[in-house]
């Protein structure tokens, strides 16, 4: 990884398009087509990479085990099924040497999803020509004496699209009739959290979206409650459960949520005395509700920008399952993964509601057990606080592909003021230590960039990280632990103290 000269190399990319970026995030009265044209260079490189893939008579695809990758997967993989090209597809947690290992030496072309632009040399290395290579991913790039060919949307400035919405317009410029496969793409973008700092997705991910809409298979809701699990959650749970916003009263408290709700008298059990789920109460009661919930944040003291967001549904799923929404379906992909099941979830993307969902929901139910129980270790052991940092260590209590997950959880129940950092012994190498960073949006606002802290910081102790602002991870060695905390601790607080500096 080169990660300083990657970092520099965005910021300039994204330098050059402050107007364009603007106006995507503003405006949603573009198409897609049209957006795609103001925006030549993907477009062309979407065009370039579905040119190469169709002259081909086998594809290896080689993706990521998590939504997005699994998500973005399926969708290539079906395209190019549907083109009667032979496909085969690999898995792999992260691009690494080890892992390079199962890409195998055959003639097919090797497709990267959702990674490949930042492991461009270690590609090189492992012995891949420029016309065996192609790449449809969303990470920073990383500088190579190889020209790869690549659709990748970040550096023609579009931040909030995921590999899965990259490989979606790959598969429509294939066929056109691929736009069937908009709600996978919507998953993608969702999972990868395109949709969170902005309260909805937007830019091409968003007209994916109206796409998926346009034929059926989506239902968007606008001013939605921006809450997790609105179709598997009892609502006075899934109120509980969230906190963001916090809301007094209702957040962290299943109890004080029920009791609210009640004092609405709107139904909240079906004719069985089951609990709704947010997404079968009907539009009456969800706007009384909303309105209840706007008056009791503001009454503390709070803001509502964050309480309502655009909804991706899919009402072609059963109702009252994780399907049926973007951020749950994302989530049992996200379980797959993680129990290193992939392919699980891709059955289940090309269509599968017999054996893979019934895995898949088992997965599920052992994915938040895990995590529940990684969330009380963390708040039971506590977490140690510095001056811009707090953070643990679980040893090797619980598996390395949750750790980032239960941080996230933590979060809202620590420090809201710092972002965390969780490290976990690597099983298979206990001479390496694993890190998860998590942050707020409220953070990022204040300038931190956990992305640039990641891979900054492990490169200075001979490691590798990477991610997104919100979001990320490295592999540092394990006797630079105490010394890669202080760093990182003094890289955020530089950022705190240049965004003050820019605002003067
Ligand atoms: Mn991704």
């Not at 993964?337 to 019934?358: E, H, K, L, Q, T």
Request: overall charge negative; proline content about 4%; charged content about 20%.
């Amino acid at each position: 990884m080169v990660p300083e000269d990657g970092a520099r190399w965005l910021i300039q990319e994204e330098g050059t398009f402050p107007v364009l970026k603007r106006n995507l995030q503003e405006t949603n009265l573009f198409s897609l087509d049209l957006l795609m044209n103001t925006v030549m260079g993907l477009s062309e490189d979407v065009r370039a990479v579905a040119q190469e893939l169709i002259e081909q008579e086998s594809v290896t695809i080689i993706s990521h085990i998590d939504a997005d990758g699994i998500s973005g997967e399926a969708i290539l993989s079906q395209a190019l099924s549907r083109a009667e090209i032979r496909v085969t597809s690999v898995f792999v947690r992260q691009l690494e040497p080890l892992t390079m290992r199962q890409v195998p030496r055959d003639e097919s072309l090797k497709l990267f999803c959702d990674l490949g632009a930042g492991q461009q040399n270690l590609i090189k290395e492992h012995g891949l020509s420029g016309d065996e290579v192609a790449i449809v991913d969303h990470h920073v790039s990383q500088p190579c004496d190889q020209d790869y060919l690549q659709a990748n949307c970040l550096p023609y400035g579009h931040t909030k699209l995921s590999a899965a919405g990259v490989a979606y317009l790959v598969a429509k410029e294939i066929d056109s009739g691929n736009t069937d496969l908009a709600p996978l793409a919507v998953v993608g973008n969702v999972g990868d959290m395109m949709a969170r700092e902005d309260c909805g997705l937007i830019g091409p991910a968003k007209e994916i979206a109206y796409e998926g809409a346009a034929h059926g298979s989506v239902e968007i809701r606008k001013h939605d409650l921006n809450c997790y699990g609105i179709s598997t959650r009892p609502l006075h749970v899934c109120l509980s459960y969230n906190d963001d916003p916090f809301i007094p009263g209702i957040s962290n408290n299943p109890g004080g949520a029920l009791r609210f709700l009640k004092n609405l008298g709107v139904p909240l059990q079906d004719s069985l005395q089951r609990w709704l789920v947010w997404d079968e109460i009907p539009y009456e009661d969800r706007r009384v509700i909303s309105s209840a919930l706007a008056q009791q944040l503001l009454a503390n003291g709070g803001t509502i920008a964050r309480l309502f967001c655009e909804s991706y549904l899919f009402p072609g799923e059963r109702e009252r399952t994780p399907l049926r929404n973007a951020q749950e379906y994302a989530t049992l992909l996200n379980a797959c993964g993680r129990w290193s099941r992939p392919r699980v979830g891709g059955n289940i993307c090309r269509g599968d509601r017999g054996a893979a969902y019934r895995e898949a929901e088992h997965m599920l139910t052992n994915h938040r057990a895990i995590i529940r129980e990684l969330l009380q270790f963390i708040l039971d052991s506590g977490v140690t606080d510095i001056s811009h940092l707090q953070y643990i260590h679980v040893g090797n209590r619980f598996p390395d592909t949750i750790v980032g997950i239960g941080a996230g959880m933590a979060l809202s129940k620590l420090n809201r003021e710092k972002p965390i950092l969780i490290m976990v012994e690597q099983p298979e190498d206990p001479s390496l230590t694993k890190v998860s960073l998590r942050a707020t949006e409220q953070m990022l606002s204040r300038g931190m960039d956990l992305q640039e802290v990641a891979t900054m910081a492990s490169e200075k102790f001979g490691g590798a990280g990477g991610g997104h602002r919100i979001a990320a991870g490295a592999f540092i060695p394990r006797e630079s632990e105490q010394e890669f905390i202080r760093h990182v601790n003094e890289l955020l607080a530089g950022q705190c103290a240049n965004k003050g500096a820019g605002h003067r």
